[in-house]
C-alpha cells in the first residue's frame, strides 16, 4: 500500500527504528509503528500494508554522536562529548549529560540527530517508490531548516544599536583564539580578527543580524561598503556565529539573507578577501561565489 512520507510519518518511523525493546513495522493502513510480535500474518498479501523498517543499530547511533561532536566548532563541549564517547560503559547516558548542560548545542545536536536519520529513511522510502514504479525523491532538508530557523530572528545591521553588542560577541571569539593558539600567536591572531571591529567609518558597515526570538545575540555578518569609489561593490569585513548557537545552519541563512538584501540595494558584487576555513569555503561555494586567484567573488547582478 503507497503512503507518503510525511512528518509525522518520518517521526513514527524514528521511534520504531530507535526502539531497542523488539522489532517494529511500518503500517500503512493505520499510519503507525506497530511491534512485529503483536501481529498475526496471514497471506503475503494482506501484508502489502506492512513494512520493515529502515536497518538502524546502537552503533549507528553512536557514529552520529561521533560525527556530531567532532565536527562541533566550540571546542570546550567538543573535547568534554570526545571524553563521554571514549569511556566504554554508560556511553550514552553520559553523552547525554553533558549536552543536558547546554542546552542550545542539546538542540542542534538532535537537529542534526534528525536529519542523518531522515536521509536514512528516505533512502529506504526511495527504494519502495522504486519497487511501486514511481520517482525517487530527493534530499530535502528545508522543512526541517525552516523549523529551527523559526527561533530566531533576522534583520539588518544598525550601528547604533547592534555594534556595542557585537563587539563584546566579538571579544569572546577573540578569547577562543587564544586558547586555540599557543603564547603570542594566540594575542596576535586575537588582535588582528578584533581590527574587523574597529567601526572606523560606521556609515560604511552593513549587514545582517540574528537574535533568538527572546533577543539574545546569535550570529551576524557584516559586510564594508566603498560609496565613494565603488558604490556598487561590498566585501565581507566578518562572519560568525555565538557559540552557543553553532551548528543550526545560521551561517549559511546569515549568507543567504545578506545576498539577497544586497539584491535588493542593487549592489552588483559582493567580495571576500580574506582566507577563509574549511567549513566557511564550502559554505560560500554552495552560495554561488567563485574563486578568483585568492577572491572570492559573487555577481549579484548583471554589469
Given at each position: 500500500?503507497?503512503?507518503?512520507?510525511?512528518?509525522?510519518?518520518?517521526?513514527?518511523?524514528?521511534?520504531?527504528?530507535?526502539n531497542q525493546d523488539g522489532e517494529y513495522l511500518y503500517d500503512s493502513e493505520n499510519a503507525c509503528c506497530v511491534p512485529e510480535e503483536a501481529l498475526e500474518y496471514g497471506e503475503s498479501?494482506?501484508?502489502?500494508?506492512?513494512?520493515?523498517?529502515?536497518?538502524?543499530?546502537?552503533?549507528?547511533?553512536?557514529q552520529i554522536m561521533e560525527e556530531f561532536s567532532e565536527n562541533l566548532h566550540n571546542d570546550k563541549v567538543k573535547a568534554e562529548l570526545l571524553e563521554a564517547l571514549s569511556n566504554r560503559r554508560g556511553v550514552f547516558r553520559n553523552f547525554k549529560n553533558v549536552l543536558s548542560k547546554y542546552p542550545e548545542i542539546e538542540?542542534?545536536?538532535?537537529?542534526?540527530?534528525?536529519?542523518?536519520?531522515?536521509?536514512?529513511?528516505?533512502?529506504?522510502?526511495?527504494?519502495?517508490?522504486?519497487?511501486?514504479?514511481?520517482?525517487?525523491?530527493?534530499?530535502n532538508f528545508e522543512e526541517y531548516d525552516d523549523l529551527v530557523l523559526q527561533d530566531f530572528e533576522f534583520r539588518p545591521y544598525n550601528h547604533k544599536k547592534d555594534s556595542d553588542c557585537v563587539l563584546s560577541e566579538a571579544k569572546k571569539i577573540a578569547d577562543e583564539l587564544k586558547q586555540r593558539f599557543n603564547g603570542e600567536t594566540g594575542l596576535a591572531v586575537s588582535s588582528i580578527w578584533l581590527r574587523n571591529f574597529d567601526f572606523e567609518n560606521p556609515d560604511c558597515t552593513g549587514g545582517i543580524v540574528c537574535r533568538t526570538a527572546s533577543g539574545d545575540f546569535a550570529g551576524v555578518l557584516l559586510f564594508t561598503r566603498f560609496p565613494s569609489f565603488a558604490k556598487n561593490v561590498v566585501a565581507?569585513?566578518?562572519?560568525?556565529?555565538?557559540?552557543?548557537?553553532?551548528?543550526?545552519?545560521?551561517?549559511?541563512?546569515?549568507?543567504?539573507?545578506?545576498?539577497?538584501?544586497?539584491k535588493e540595494q542593487k549592489i552588483q558584487d559582493f567580495i571576500i578577501a580574506d582566507s577563509l576555513p574549511d567549513f566557511l569555503e564550502s559554505l560560500v561555494t554552495r552560495c554561488g561565489f567563485e574563486k578568483k586567484d585568492s577572491f572570492y567573488i559573487l555577481e549579484l547582478a548583471e554589469n
Open positions: 500500500m503507497i503512503f507518503e512520507l510525511t512528518k509525522s510519518v518520518v517521526e513514527d518511523i524514528i521511534f520504531g527504528m530507535e498479501d494482506e501484508n502489502e500494508h506492512l513494512f520493515s523498517l529502515p536497518e538502524w543499530s546502537s552503533g549507528d547511533g553512536f538542540k542542534s545536536y538532535f537537529d542534526f540527530k534528525e536529519k542523518k536519520m531522515y536521509s536514512v529513511i528516505l533512502e529506504w522510502y526511495n527504494s519502495l517508490r522504486e519497487s511501486w514504479g514511481l520517482e525517487k525523491l530527493d534530499q565581507l569585513t566578518s562572519v560568525f556565529v555565538n557559540q552557543n548557537f553553532r551548528s543550526l545552519g545560521l551561517a549559511r541563512e546569515l549568507f543567504s539573507r545578506g545576498i539577497s538584501y544586497l
